[in-house]
């Protein structure tokens, strides 16, 4: 892990995922407010937002639907920080 910090003006991409249609209707919704409640906090720029619903955190993070384009050329370089809610919303596996 990367002891890196976040600093203003930073390019976050904003990630958003649940794994199945019957989390919390709303759980990605929730994502959504913490996500920009931290940007507007930490007063970091958004690259983009990015939205995997019925997406197993399993799956690598280049092979998914949405975030998988922002993990390669061009989009690869449009961003410094991708940010989530939480460690799980991202991947199950650290060595992602």
Do not use: C, F
């Not at 019957?22 to 994502?31: G, H, I, N, V, Y």
């Not at 983009?48 to 922002?70: F, I, Q």
């Amino acid at each position: 892990m990367s002891n890196a910090r976040l600093l203003p003006g930073m390019r976050a991409l904003k990630v958003r995922r649940i794994s199945r249609d019957t989390e919390d209707s709303s759980a990605l919704a929730r994502q959504g407010e913490e996500l920009d409640a931290a940007t507007e906090a930490g007063r970091y720029a958004v690259a983009g937002e990015v939205e995997d619903s019925t997406v197993s955190g399993a799956v690598n993070l280049d092979e998914r639907p949405k975030l998988g384009r922002w993990m390669k050329d061009p989009l690869w370089y449009e961003w410094e920080a991708l940010m989530v809610t939480s460690l799980d919303r991202i991947t199950r596996d650290q060595h992602h």
